[in-house]
């Protein structure tokens, strides 16, 4: 752990305390003995003395694709990296970052209400959807009546429902 402690001391000494400093770790490297969650809760204990703000709780790809097919130790499911986030919150005591397919608004609402996250990183889902972050406020009910879209997609989208509903295809 000594050199990424010492590039992460370097960063927050020249990086202004003001802002955030996040860091992205593989939890565990999915690979039979080594890198262990374990370690990596010892490693985000150092990172948060040191100043960090954020661990950003990915797995895998020392040893090859973080997604792999091939990899055992951890099955890829919606979610299958949160774990990790959830374990160096609580037990390291810093904030973190969870991501792996995380898909849905709701899914990611419920890691961040049972305390598994602080927040949550959707990247993959963000290029497939770049509506996403909208789409999700719509979901939770956070947007019902889509004010947050940019103004050029208002006239059509709050229309959109009630045409549906007319035409049989919504409730």
Same mark, same amino acid.
């Given at each position: 752990?000594?050199?990424?402690?010492?590039?992460?001391?370097?960063?927050?000494?020249?990086? +202004?305390?003001?802002?955030?400093?996040?860091?992205?770790?593989?939890?565990?490297?999915?690979?039979?003995?080594?890198?262990?969650?374990?370690?990596?809760?010892?490693?985000?204990?150092?990172?948060?003395?040191?100043?960090?703000?954020?661990?950003?709780?990915?797995?895998?790809?020392?040893?090859?694709?973080?997604?792999?097919?091939?990899?055992?130790?951890? +099955?890829?499911?919606?979610?299958?990296?949160?774990?990790?986030?959830?374990?160096?919150?609580?037990?390291?005591?810093?904030?973190?970052?969870?991501?792996?397919?995380?898909?849905?608004?709701?899914?990611?609402?419920?890691?961040?209400?049972?305390?598994?996250?602080?927040?949550?990183?959707?990247?993959?889902?963000?290029?497939?959807? +770049?509506?996403?972050?909208?789409?999700?406020?719509?979901?939770?009910?956070?947007?019902?009546?889509?004010?947050?879209?940019?103004?050029?997609?208002?006239?059509?989208?709050?229309?959109?429902?009630?045409?549906?509903?007319?035409?049989?295809?919504?409730?």
């Amino acid at each position: 752990m000594r050199f990424p402690l010492e590039v992460a001391r370097a960063v927050r000494e020249a990086w +202004p305390a003001a802002r955030p400093l996040f860091i992205r770790i593989s939890s565990i490297d999915d690979v039979e003995g080594g890198w262990s969650i374990e370690d990596t809760v010892a490693f985000a204990r150092e990172l948060k003395t040191i100043g960090v703000d954020v661990v950003d709780c990915s797995s895998g790809g020392i040893l090859g694709s973080a997604t792999a097919a091939t990899k055992t130790l951890v +099955p890829r499911v919606p979610g299958f990296q949160i774990p990790f986030a959830e374990r160096v919150r609580k037990e390291a005591g810093v904030k973190t970052l969870a991501v792996g397919l995380i898909l849905t608004p709701q899914q990611a609402e419920e890691a961040l209400q049972a305390g598994s996250a602080d927040l949550i990183a959707v990247g993959r889902e963000a290029l497939y959807d +770049p509506n996403w972050p909208l789409h999700a406020a719509q979901a939770l009910d956070a947007d019902p009546k889509m004010e947050r879209w940019p103004v050029q997609y208002g006239w059509w989208l709050t229309r959109r429902e009630g045409l549906l509903k007319k035409l049989g295809l919504r409730k």
